[in-house]
C-alpha cells in the first residue's frame, strides 16, 4: 500500500525566513504533486513533478523531486504572510499526504 | 475555462438517511476522482474513473457508497445509510489523462450527518 508521510505537520514560521517542507513515499513514483488549500476552501495545484531531479518554482516556492530517495521537498523563500495555508503533496493517482499547515507571522 | 462544479456546497442530515452529491468535471476531462476529506486530514481518495469505466475503487465503502458516471461526463456520488463519521467534505476533482496530468478539484460539498 502505498503512504505519503509530509513532515511537519505543523509549521509556524516568521516573515522573510526560509523552510522547507519534506514529503516522503513508499513505493517508487516518477510523478508527485504539490497542492495548496486555503481555510475552507478547495485544492489548487501548485507542482507537477514528472522526473528525477525535477526542479520547478514559482514566486516564493520551490520544489523538487528525488525518486531514487522517494522524497520531494516544498522549499519557501522570504516567507510572506500570504503563503500561510496547507500545503499536501499527492503521489501516483493522487494518495496524499496529511498535509503540513503553515502558518507565516509577522 | 469553467472549472468542476459541484452541488450542493452543504447539506446536512440524520443518520440513516441518504444522500447524493454531483460532479461535473471540466470539459474534455478523462478522468474523475471521488475523494473524501475529513477536518483536518488530507484527502482520501473514494473512487475514479476513466471515461465512464471504474480504475480504482478500493477504498470505497461498497456496503454504503455507490458511484457512477454516466456517459463519461458527469457522476453522482450516493450515501445510504449515512453514519455520523461519513461527516465530511466530498472533493471532485478531473484532469485530462489518467497519469501526468494534475487534477483540478471543485469546491467540494460540505456534508454533516447528524
Known amino acids: 500500500e502505498l503512504k505519503v508521510e509530509q513532515n511537519p505537520l505543523f509549521l509556524s514560521m516568521q516573515e522573510g525566513k526560509n523552510y522547507t517542507i519534506y514529503c516522503n513515499y513508499s513505493t517508487t513514483s516518477d510523478r508527485l504533486y504539490w497542492y495548496r488549500q486555503d481555510p475552507g476552501k478547495s485544492l489548487e495545484s501548485l507542482f507537477v513533478l514528472l522526473s528525477n531531479g525535477a526542479v520547478k518554482q514559482e514566486g516564493r516556492l520551490m520544489a523538487s523531486l528525488d525518486t531514487k530517495a522517494r522524497l520531494s521537498t516544498l522549499h519557501i523563500t522570504a516567507a510572506v504572510h500570504d503563503l500561510s495555508a496547507t500545503y499536501f503533496c499527492a503521489v501516483e493517482k493522487l494518495v496524499f499526504g496529511k498535509g503540513t499547515k503553515l502558518t507565516v507571522n509577522p | 475555462e469553467a472549472g468542476v462544479a459541484q452541488s450542493p456546497r452543504y447539506k446536512i442530515i440524520e443518520k440513516r438517511q441518504s444522500v447524493a452529491f454531483w460532479c461535473n468535471p471540466i470539459?474534455?476531462?478523462?478522468?474523475l476522482y471521488w475523494y473524501q476529506q475529513i477536518l483536518g486530514q488530507g484527502p482520501k481518495l473514494l473512487i475514479q474513473?476513466?471515461?465512464?469505466?471504474?480504475?480504482?475503487d478500493s477504498q470505497l465503502p461498497k456496503d454504503r457508497f455507490s458511484a457512477e458516471r454516466l456517459k463519461g461526463v458527469d457522476s453522482t456520488l450516493k450515501i445510504q445509510p449515512a453514519k455520523l463519521e461519513d461527516s465530511a467534505v466530498y472533493l471532485c476533482?478531473?484532469?485530462?489523462?489518467?497519469?501526468?496530468?494534475?487534477?483540478?478539484f471543485g469546491q467540494g460539498t460540505r456534508l454533516t450527518v447528524v
Open positions: 470539459s474534455g476531462h478523462a478522468t
Open positions: 476533482a478531473s484532469s485530462l489523462y489518467r497519469r501526468n496530468t494534475e487534477a483540478f
Open positions: 474513473f476513466q471515461n465512464n469505466g471504474v480504475v480504482d
